[in-house]
């Protein structure tokens, strides 16, 4: 089997090695990707919702917002403008520093982050004019 004289190419046990890694390569099984439309519906519970696409991005300006407010503290444009103190509150909660700010912030953020009131971001928009 080792004999150097041998040139028989069935005795080879490098070409030996290099037959038998081509068969199993050949013979290896294909690949085969499965699709089933619905499938990850069958994991919902019976009664979920339907799924709802995210609504359309807002763009960072209030359609309620003019021009920028003069720069102040958040508690004294509460008070000039008559905002009840859990509007003061829910603004705080959310981090708004002044009035100069509001119009950075979405009614959609107001309402959602901010858990304000329909009639509370109606009070802050008037304010705001």
Do not use: W
Not at 12 to 19: E, K, Q, S, Y
Not at 107 to 128: M, T
């Amino acid at each position: 089997m080792f004999d150097l004289t041998n040139k028989h190419p069935a005795d080879d046990m490098a070409l030996l090695a290099r037959r038998r890694l081509v068969q199993n390569h050949e013979a290896a099984a294909p690949v085969v990707n499965l699709s089933f439309p619905g499938f990850e519906d069958m994991f919902q519970p019976a009664n979920a919702p339907p799924a709802v696409p995210l609504p359309p991005p807002v763009s960072g300006n209030s359609p309620h917002c003019h021009a920028p407010l003069l720069m102040m503290k958040l508690d004294q444009f509460c008070q000039d403008y008559e905002l009840s103190g859990e509007i003061e509150q829910k603004l705080c909660a959310i981090q708004v520093t002044g009035p100069q700010v509001l119009c950075l912030i979405s009614d959609l953020d107001f309402c959602g982050d901010g858990k304000l009131l329909i009639g509370e971001v109606a009070s802050i928009c008037d304010a705001q004019m």
